[in-house]
């Protein structure tokens, strides 16, 4: 497996999987994203690419950064076979390659078991709950969500 970002390349597969990939956003805020200098993306590839992690850093000092997972997909049928781990792995290590001390945190709806199954294996902690947080769109099925925020350390420096 390998992981990297081709700028054009990811924005275009980004556009046309956004749907099957569960990312809310407008195509502005996916392009915005893409020109944030603030932002880390990762994207697994294996012939084809995979599935992704969109995220940023929310703040950085001389010892410690803060980076914040927005989004982490997986194709359809890709799904369940340990592609989410290893982005996850590969964040972290890319994130330990730049600081001693990194503080990644997230927000995942609580209905999303599979997600929180596998942020959960990696060693992340809830800290934290918003109540029905998320809202669905559709007038025929009006439907909220909590959502449960997780943080995980790494490196700490005492
Ligand atoms: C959440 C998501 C990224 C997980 O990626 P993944 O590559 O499927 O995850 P993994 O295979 O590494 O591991 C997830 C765990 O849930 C299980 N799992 C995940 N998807 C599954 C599926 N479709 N069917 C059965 N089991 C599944 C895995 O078996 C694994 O558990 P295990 O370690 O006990 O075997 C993926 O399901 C996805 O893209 N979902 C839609 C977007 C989303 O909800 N993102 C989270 C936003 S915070």
Do not use: C
């Not at 697994?44 to 599935?51: A, D, R, S, V, Y």
């Not at 799904?79 to 390659?97: A, D, P, T």
């Not at 942020?119 to 009006?142: F, M, Q, T, V, W």
Request: hydrophobic share 40%; no cysteine; charged share 30%.
């Amino acid at each position: 497996m390998n992981y990297s970002i081709k700028y054009k390349e990811h924005l275009n597969w980004l556009h046309e999987h956004h749907i099957e990939l569960e990312l809310s956003w407008t195509k502005v805020a996916i392009d915005d994203h893409f020109k944030n200098k603030r932002a880390l993306n990762i994207f697994t590839i294996e012939k084809k690419t995979l599935g992704m992690i969109l995220g940023h850093f929310l703040y950085e000092d001389q010892k410690s950064i803060e980076y914040e997972i927005l989004h982490l997909a997986v194709l359809n049928k890709h799904r369940g076979k340990g592609v989410g781990f290893l982005l996850l792995s590969e964040l972290e290590k890319q994130l330990r390659s730049i600081k001693n001390s990194v503080k990644i945190y997230l927000e995942v709806s609580a209905e999303n078991k599979f997600a929180i199954k596998l942020y959960e294996k990696l060693g992340y902690k809830a800290y934290n709950e918003r109540k029905n947080y998320y809202r669905s769109k559709s007038i025929n099925a009006p439907h909220t969500q909590d959502a449960i925020l997780f943080a995980k350390s790494l490196n700490v420096i005492k």
